[in-house]
């Protein structure tokens, strides 16, 4: 009996990835990422020369700059 049972839901989990694979294979992914992927290129292309990791921050505007000088005594 306890044969069956583990069989039976084996051949239920099996029937439901069978079903999984189905769906996952039907998605169109590479069309979205390859899309995403030249939004992504094109945004930080127009952005580049405002991205502060590409032309650098101002002293003066540098927000994590010391205030004061440290003096040893």
């Not at 769906?23 to 992927?37: C, N, P, T």
């Not at 502060?52 to 005594?73: E, Q, V, Y």
């Amino acid at each position: 009996m306890p044969g069956s049972v583990c069989s039976s839901s084996s051949v239920i989990q099996a029937k439901r990835m069978v079903d999984q694979l189905r769906v996952e294979a039907g998605m169109e992914r590479f069309k979205q990422i390859s899309l995403a992927a030249a939004e992504l290129v094109q945004y930080c292309q127009e952005h580049r020369r405002s991205d502060p990791l590409l032309t650098g921050i101002t002293a003066s505007s540098n927000p994590f700059k010391d205030k004061k000088t440290c003096i040893l005594l």
